[in-house]
């Protein structure tokens, strides 16, 4: 899983902000789905994003699992996704 590759990211004051121009669209990413964002790399599947989230926040694991898979599931129904991704 991989963001796409012609959106435009910026990082302001702690945030992720994603410019989606093909539909103009702007995303703001909280601290956590920034994080997310980032681990997104084409070769860290969801459940090493997860024991990342679990290590980086100090939360328990399943909890970081439930909120990984909710937050790349937003990602993928706004199309900020790579196909396959």
């Known amino acids: 899983m ?21 539909v103009g669209h702007l995303h703001t990413l909280n601290a956590t ?6 681990q997104m790399d084409g070769n860290k599947t969801e459940h090493d994003i ?11 694991f399943g909890v970081a699992e439930k ?4 937050v790349i599931n937003d990602m993928r129904d706004l199309k900020l996704m790579q196909n396959g991704g």
């Open 50 to 60: 997860a024991r990342e989230v679990s290590d980086t926040f100090n939360i328990e």
């Open 33 to 38: 789905a920034s994080f997310i964002w980032h």
């Open 67 to 70: 909120d990984v898979a909710t």
């Open 2 to 22: 991989k963001p796409r590759k012609d959106l435009i990211v910026r990082y302001v004051e702690g945030e992720t902000v994603i410019l989606d121009r093909s």
